[in-house]
């Protein structure tokens, strides 16, 4: 299998998990627990030994809500007792609600090999990064951050997660962390374990649970549901951000053509977008989505499906509607044999302007001839200033001093990841996480399931999600029980505020449902 690319941000959604002691509990408001530190064993860096807790106050809706924040670590262990990990999380609990009926929601982003950075300061977070609008401007030094009047804090607790090897979570044994947490089937029992440590020691067993995750965060999520479910945990709802339940409907090959059908309309938007699509195309852009859509999953499944056996007058007229519709010159779709990555699309669809999209949001572009990760407009603008931020915020507001070097995309981890785990037969083909979800939602009636998914998003691409998803063995009854929504922004759909503000009345709706 190729190395799929970060599905940072799909990633879901981001929750950094939350432990407290006992400590925690007697913190004054607006002062926090005195902490004592510790030098990191092998290094020079100084370590909270304990949660760092304070209390803050937000206006949400016209309301003041006052919360308690909590930062620090939670050791998970094997079943000797020795520790294997510690897991960075930063959690926040309203106040003046009884814990056992208040909701807690554990959120965290994706890679695999992302901490828990965007969901928290781009989304749910009581705080978030100031950013321009409409989501395409990279915001100039020095940043700043502002409350958040779409937190989701006012509908349920917040724990935000660092999975092990990212952020600042690390496991005790680096030469082990491959093995012991870098795996799809390992990340889900890791992330599990640290979720029945925290409702442990929250004392939280009976709260109602919701599970959010964005990207590969969208492929832990639904293997937490069942993990949870055989741990005697029932989650009341799962919460999906441009999701990647199956990787055999993202990475296509030359026998596996579902991905560049999905993927046509991705491209039909970009096209669309940045006035490349073909004259007598239909101006309104739902319109012309609408007749992408049905042209992708008609006739351009059925051209491709035929192989070397589409030629002649055929051929030539599936490229020039594919020209149409995508804004590539047909001699490229010949050269190409009509299958097109998003890669090689980003790259080439501005290329006489030298200019290449975002695979993330393919409203924004860059200055090249071709894609590049590495300047990737959106996880450009997304980067320095929310590092910056968190660091920041974690010292200045949050009161927790950490000279550890914090992580936010572990390459390291998405190089080693055992996406072979994942895979239904474990050790042949792609992660699928489809099967664990349709099986939590069979075994609980009363769990729910929310779907968001960006118009302009190409790693997770809309219709990419709808097929994986709607191939759910799931009783007919239950598929009213699923919310999709689509959003006119990108893979971190939360970074435009018309979206953002979307995503929390649809999010709103979701648990008010409960």
């Given amino acids: 299998m190729k190395r799929a690319p970060f599905l940072v941000y799909c990633g879901v959604m981001v929750v950094l998990l939350v432990a407290v002691t006992a400590a925690a509990d007697v913190a004054l408001a607006g002062q926090r627990e005195p ?7 092998g290094t020079g860096y100084v370590l909270p030994e304990s949660p760092s807790v304070t209390s803050h106050e937000i206006m949400v809706d016209g309301s003041s809500l006052a919360y308690t924040a909590t930062a620090g670590f939670m050791p998970i262990y094997d079943d000797s007792g020795t520790e294997k990990a510690e897991i960075f999380y930063v959690a926040y609990e309203a106040e003046g609600e009884k814990k056992e009926k208040r909701p807690v929601t554990f959120a965290f ?16 977070g009581p705080r978030i990064v100031s950013m321009d609008a409409s989501g395409l401007e990279i915001p100039k030094p020095p940043f700043t951050l502002r409350d958040n009047g779409n937190t989701l804090l006012d509908q349920t607790d ?23 947490f870098w795996g799809v089937q390992a990340d889900i029992t890791s992330v599990g374990e640290f ?14 649970v919701y599970i959010a995750g964005e990207s590969y965060g969208g492929l832990r999520a639904p293997g937490l549901a069942a993990f949870l479910q055989d741990m005697g945990v029932m989650p009341s709802g799962i919460i999906l951000i441009s999701p990647a339940p199956s990787y055999g409907d993202l990475d296509g090959d030359t026998t596996n053509e579902r991905p560049y059908v999905h993927l046509a309309p991705a491209m039909a938007a970009a096209a669309h977008y940045h006035g490349k699509s073909g004259a007598g195309l239909p101006a309104d852009r739902e319109t012309l989505l609408e007749e992408a859509r049905r042209w992708a999953k008609e006739d351009y499944l059925q051209g491709l499906w035929k192989g070397y056996d589409l030629r002649g007058d055929d051929r030539e007229q599936l490229v020039r509607e594919m020209a149409g519709y995508t804004g590539l010159p ?10 097109v990555s998003a890669y090689a699309f980003a790259g080439r669809l501005l290329r006489e302007e030298r200019r290449f999209l975002s695979l ?42 950490i000279d550890r070097r914090y992580i936010p995309l572990s390459e390291e981890a998405n190089a080693r990841w055992n996406f072979h785990s994942g895979a239904l037969y474990r050790q042949y083909g792609y992660p699928n ?12 009636p009363h769990m729910d399931l929310f779907v968001a998914m960006g118009l302009y998003d190409m790693v997770c691409p809309r219709e990419s999600v709808l097929y994986s998803l709607r191939h759910m063995e799931i009783p007919p009854e239950r598929i009213g029980d699923i919310t999709f929504e689509t959003y006119l922004a990108g893979h ?10 979307k995503l929390k009345d649809d999010l709103t709706r979701f648990y008010d449902g409960r």
């Fill in 492 to 501: 971190m759909l939360y970074t435009r505020a018309s979206e953002h503000q």
């Fill in 195 to 208: 979720i029945r440590m925290y409702l442990n020691r929250r004392d939280r067993w009976n709260a109602p």
């Fill in 35 to 41: 902490e004592a530190q510790q030098a990191e064993p």
């Fill in 158 to 180: 917040l724990v935000f997660v660092d999975p092990v090897g990212t952020g600042f979570s690390r496991a005790a044994s680096e030469d082990e962390a491959a093995e012991e």
């Fill in 360 to 401: 993330y949001d393919s409203r924004l572009t860059a200055y090249g001839s071709r894609y590049d990760f590495s300047e990737d407009p959106l996880m450009f603008m997304t980067g320095a200033p929310y590092i910056t931020l968190f660091r920041e915020y974690l010292e200045e507001d949050l009161g927790l001093e």
């Fill in 330 to 339: 047909g001699a490229y779709l010949q050269a190409e044999d009509l299958r």
């Fill in 109 to 124: 982003n994706g890679g695999p090999g992302a901490a828990a950075l965007w969901v928290h300061l781009g989304a749910f």
């Fill in 433 to 444: 996480v489809v099967g664990q979800m349709a099986k939590a939602m069979r075994r609980d």
